[in-house]
C-alpha cells in the first residue's frame, strides 16, 4: 500500500558534521518529494523538494537524492548546525501529499 | 508578511463543546486546507479549499466543518468535541490549486494544540 516511512525515528550528531536523513516511499507514481523540517512548538517549514524524474537537487547547505530503482529519498545537511536540531519528515506526492512520521535530528555541540 | 496565522495556540475543550480554529494567510493563496498531527502518524488532511466558495473533504474529515467565504480565510469548525480529536492542527497554504506542487509548496502556520477532557 501507499507509505512514507523513516528508517530511523532518531539522529544524533557532532556539530559540523553531516547529517544524512533516509526516506522510503513505497508507490512509483509518485511525482515529486519533499522535505519539511518542524522544530518544537512550530509548524513544518519546507526545505526543498525534488522532481520524480530528477536524481539529485541542491539547496543551500542541504542536498536531496532520489534513488527511484529502491524507492528511497534522502535529505543530506552539510555542517550541521544547532539550529538544524528539528524533526525532519519527507512528504510524496500522489495527487495528494503523503507525510511520512518524522526523524528527530539531535545536534551535540 | 505574517504568512499563515492561527489562533489560538491552546485550548482546552470540554467533551460536547464546540469551537472555531482561526485560519488566515496574506499570501494571495487559493488552496487552503487543515491537518492534525498525532504522535507517531503523520499528517493527516481533514478538508481543503482550492479557492472562495468550494470546500472538500480530506483523509479524516468527520467531526468538522469547515466553509470558505474569503481567499484570507479558513476556519475550522469542531461541533461536538471529543477526546480523540486532542492533538495539534496545523493550517496550511499554497499558491497552486492542488495540495502542493514543485516550486510551489504548502506553507504552515504554527498550529493550535488542542486537549479534549
Redesign the interface.
Known amino acids: 500500500g501507499e507509505s512514507?516511512g523513516l528508517h530511523l525515528p532518531t539522529l544524533s550528531v557532532q556539530e559540523g558534521d553531516n547529517s544524512i536523513i533516509n526516506c522510503a516511499y513505497s508507490n512509483s507514481a509518485s511525482d515529486?518529494f519533499?522535505w519539511?523540517k518542524q522544530e518544537s512548538?512550530?509548524?513544518?517549514?519546507?526545505i526543498i523538494?525534488i522532481?520524480s524524474n530528477m536524481d539529485k537537487r541542491q539547496g543551500q547547505r542541504v542536498t536531496v537524492l532520489l534513488n527511484k530503482t529502491v524507492k528511497h529519498l534522502s535529505l543530506q545537511i552539510a555542517a550541521t548546525q544547532p539550529g538544524d536540531s528539528a524533526v525532519y519528515?519527507c512528504?510524496e506526492?500522489q495527487g495528494?501529499?503523503?507525510?511520512?512520521?518524522?526523524t528527530e535530528l539531535s545536534v551535540k555541540p | 508578511n505574517a504568512g499563515v496565522t492561527q489562533t489560538p495556540k491552546f485550548q482546552v475543550l470540554k467533551t460536547g463543546q464546540s469551537m472555531t480554529l482561526q485560519c488566515a494567510q496574506d499570501m494571495n493563496h487559493e488552496y487552503m486546507s487543515w491537518y492534525r498531527q498525532d504522535p507517531g502518524m503523520g499528517l493527516r488532511l481533514i478538508h481543503y479549499s482550492v479557492g472562495a466558495g468550494i470546500t472538500d473533504q480530506g483523509e479524516v474529515p468527520n467531526g468538522y466543518n469547515v466553509s470558505r467565504s474569503t481567499t484570507e480565510d479558513f476556519p475550522l469548525r469542531l461541533l461536538s468535541a471529543a477526546p480523540s480529536q486532542t492533538s495539534v492542527y496545523f493550517c496550511a497554504s499554497s499558491y497552486s490549486r492542488t495540495a502542493s506542487s514543485y516550486n510551489s509548496p504548502l506553507h504552515f502556520g504554527n498550529g493550535t494544540r488542542l486537549t479534549v477532557t
Do not use: E, S
Not at chain 1, 495528494?96 to 518524522?102: C, D, E, P, V, Y
Open positions: 512514507v515529486y519533499i519539511y512548538g512550530k509548524g513544518p517549514q519546507f523538494d522532481r519528515f512528504a506526492n495528494k501529499l503523503i507525510f511520512g512520521q518524522g
